[in-house]
């Protein structure tokens, strides 16, 4: 096949995909340099800042610099990260609950186990990993209650998360800067819950930044429970800026231990870029700082 028919054919696949129903094929882009690939990246959509770029701009701009998944990202807009490549690697908020309102409550289990059921078996027939969930708010609530609350809700639907493949992934968030009265707020909490529930479909999502804030001894803390970490996010401290130079974690490190420590799940980064700064420059930094 010559040049130019090839190019024919792949500009030819989309269109007859789609017109036999099946998935859109992904639209193949040359990284700006190859990734060593030992740490699994992806993005939010916030790294792109606050500018216009359209959700298909930031899909072709993190395929070229070798992302492989999007996160939050919901099912009506799958096929456009496929289209590049990219796995939707976590369902966004909403089935399980939002930050404020979720599982340590027990009068939202009866919604939150439809809706999660749904998201759970929507992300089975799209090969999506993961579905987040929150543990909310406190609002006067003692955390052993709010444990106990959560850990009898995550054992009544983990065997429908193990049957499908789907890991419920419960969020470590900061409660004395971003998110006040959250309860999950130190990685001890979270622990707690994920030994009691003792599945390999519901574990914790680790975010960097926050943890950083509450309990700091971040690679102690990974090294100490990576079997109940799957998944997480980066972001500059102070300020959940740039994961540069100019803030107080040590990303490479961090990165290198989760590689010695063979972590196949995504690293997403979730910061905001700095204001003035150039999204796509501070991304192929971070980018870079993590591929180690």
């Known amino acids: ?14 269109l007859a995909a789609a017109q036999a129903g099946a998935a859109p094929q992904a639209t193949l882009q040359t990284p700006t340099r190859a990734l060593k ?9 916030g790294v792109f800042g606050r500018g216009n770029m359209s959700l298909e701009d930031c899909c072709r701009e993190a395929a070229r610099l070798g992302i492989q998944g999007f996160d939050l990202i919901g099912p009506a807009d799958w096929p456009l990260l496929r289209k590049y490549g990219l796995v939707p690697s976590m369902y966004p908020l909403g089935p399980g609950g939002t930050i404020a309102d979720a599982l340590n409550r027990k009068e939202n289990h009866a919604k939150l186990e439809a809706s ?7 992300c089975a027939k799209n090969q999506v990993p993961n579905v987040i969930t929150f543990s909310g708010n406190r609002r006067g609530m003692a955390d052993q209650e709010g444990a106990d609350n959560c850990v009898a809700f995550l054992n009544g639907i983990k065997a429908h998360a193990e049957d499908k493949g789907v890991t419920i992934s419960m969020e470590l968030l900061n409660s004395r800067v971003n998110h006040r009265d959250y309860m999950f707020d130190h990685m001890a909490w979270g622990v707690d819950v994920m030994k009691r529930v003792n599945s390999p479909r519901v574990k914790i999502l680790y975010d960097i930044y926050h943890a950083q804030i509450m309990d700091g001894d971040v690679v102690r803390t990974i090294r100490d429970n990576i079997a109940l970490i799957n998944h997480f996010h980066t972001g500059g401290n102070p300020g959940r800026n740039d ?10 490190f ?8 063979n972590f196949t799940g995504f690293v997403t980064h979730e910061y905001s870029p700095k204001m003035g700064s150039d999204p796509i420059a501070v991304l192929t930094k971070a980018i870079e700082i993590c591929d180690v």
């Open 37 to 45: 690939g030992r740490i699994k990246q992806g993005v939010t959509r």
């Open 1 to 14: 096949m010559n040049r130019r028919d090839f190019l024919l054919t792949v500009a030819a696949a989309p």
């Open 254 to 261: 961090i990165m290198e231990q989760l590689a010695a420590l």
């Open 116 to 122: 999660l059921r749904a998201a759970i078996d929507e």
């Open 243 to 252: 994961i540069d130079e100019t803030q107080e974690l040590n990303y490479r």
